[in-house]
Nanobody, 115 residues
């Protein structure tokens, strides 16, 4: 069974930076898809960044050039480095993993960008 635990959310001023972490437990490896989604209250969850089968990473257009996805396979941990944050980046950020037909979500971590 795979479980995901996010950390690193919080309050940051516009233009600031924040790094989210997601530690996976269970049978998940470097070849599995992992990524980050986010949801603003009242809106649908949207993709932020995703590493497809550990091969390449896709980003939402709204975060390209500002956010960087990385993974430490030895630690089974993925990260989302967020720079030049904007108020519209405020959301609950969810870690995501897929192993075959199994999809797993973390509990979410709140990021608030406000002065």
């Amino acid at each position: 069974q795979v479980q995901l635990a996010e950390s690193g959310g919080g309050l940051v001023q516009p233009g600031g930076s924040l790094t989210l972490s997601c530690a996976a437990s269970g049978s998940i490896g470097s070849g599995n898809t992992m990524g980050w989604y986010r949801r603003v209250p009242g809106k649908q969850r949207e993709l932020v960044a995703i590493s497809i089968s550990g091969d390449h990473t896709d980003y939402a257009d709204s975060v390209k050039g500002r956010f960087t996805f990385s993974r430490d396979n030895a630690k089974k941990t993925v990260y989302l480095q967020m720079n030049t944050l904007k108020p519209e980046d405020t959301a609950v950020y969810y870690c995501y993993a897929r192993k075959g037909p199994l999809e797993v979500w973390g509990q979410g971590t709140l990021v608030t960008v406000s002065s």
